[in-house]
Nanobody, 115 residues
Framework: QVQLVESGGGLVQPGGSLRLSCAASGSIFSIYTMGWYRQAPGKQRELVAT???????NYADSVRGRFTISRDNAQATVYLQMNSLKPEDTAVYYC?????????WGHGTQVTVSL
């Protein structure tokens, strides 16, 4: 079992930045592929970014060049640095830990990009 707790969401103006954090507990953090997903109202949950146990990263086209995912295995934490935020980035952002058939989710943190 892995427990995930997201933090760092909030209200930000277009063009601004936020950094999301996801603290993990309950298992060996370093072996998991960690990911950030988001779900906007009326839309399906979508991949934002992932980072593997060997630090390979993958990004959705919509965020590539603006968002950066990173992990600190010693702190069992994964981060999402979000720059140049747009109104269409507004969503609930969820942290995920995955390995083989196992997948764990946090409860999400709201990000709102608006004037």
């Amino acid at each position: 079992q892995v427990q995930l707790v997201e933090s760092g969401g909030g209200l930000v103006q277009p063009g601004g930045s936020l950094r999301l954090s996801c603290a993990a507990s309950g298992s060996i953090f370093s072996i998991y592929t960690m990911g950030w997903y988001r779900q906007a109202p009326g839309k399906q949950r979508e991949l934002v970014a992932t980072i593997t146990s060997d630090d390979s990263t993958n990004y959705a086209d919509s965020v590539r060049g603006r968002f950066t995912i990173s992990r600190d295995n010693a702190q069992a934490t994964v981060y999402l640095q979000m720059n140049s935020l747009k109104p269409e980035d507004t969503a609930v952002y969820y942290c995920n830990a995955g390995r083989r058939t196992f997948s764990y989710w946090g409860h999400g943190t709201q990000v709102t990009v608006s004037l």
